[in-house]
């Protein structure tokens, strides 16, 4: 009856993009298949996948719709990369060099595998006009204390801190610290605590 179309609601079938619900469909289905072929989800981070098989072993990362494979064996990776083809439309890349804004570095010869924010770390520097800023050896000089009492006292250093995206600057920080630049996580815990009030010596 059109009276009590007002009351009505549709039922999906299918999830559609745009939707909040979609992302919880896709990684619900993702980890089915994926739990299917016998990999085994990380405890710590539910978008890290590892399976073993005797002396081989392949890492599985999923980033939204994108999937980043490590392996120690090239037949295990390329196995892999079959079987997930028989379940989702899927587009090999290649060997990986760049991903979230991370560079990766590689010297087969010595087994060395390097991480790197470089670009990432310039751009932020771009950003808050600091390109030509001189590099220092620690990220705290000696001595340098913090506190609430250093937060604005007046009107004129309110106004003067509102120019500054200090949140952006200490999220900016806090994505740099990730895998990378190991040397910051304690002073970006630091100047994270002033978030609400910050001053300039912050």
């Known amino acids: 009856m059109p009276g009590d179309s007002k009351s009505m609601v549709c039922i999906l079938k299918k999830s559609i993009y745009y939707l909040k619900e979609i992302s919880y469909q896709w990684y619900y ?15 710590v981070d539910g978008c890290v996948y590892h399976k073993l098989s005797e002396s081989k072993y392949i890492f599985l990362i999923l980033y939204i719709n994108n999937v980043l494979l490590a392996s120690n064996d090239v037949g ?3 196995e892999t990369k079959r079987f997930l083809t028989n379940f989702f439309k899927m587009k090999d890349l290649g060997e990986t060099y760049f991903v979230l804004g991370i560079k990766i570095l590689r010297d087969c010869s010595q087994g060395i595998l390097r991480l790197s924010k470089e670009s990432y770390i310039n751009k ?49 920080l806090m994505y740099a610290q990730v895998c990378t630049s190991l040397d910051i996580p304690f002073i970006v815990r630091v100047i994270g605590r002033y978030l609400n009030d910050p001053e300039m010596q912050h």
């Open 76 to 78: 295990f990776l390329h």
């Open 124 to 172: 932020v520097l771009d950003r808050f006009d600091m390109k030509d800023s001189k590099s220092g050896d620690t990220s705290i000089a000696k001595g340098n204390k913090f506190s609430l009492k250093q937060c604005p006292n007046n009107k004129l250093e309110i106004i003067e801190m509102q120019k500054i995206i200090y949140s952006l600057v200490v999220r900016n």
């Open 29 to 43: 289905k993702f980890h089915q298949v994926i739990t299917l072929y016998s990999f085994k989800v990380n405890v």
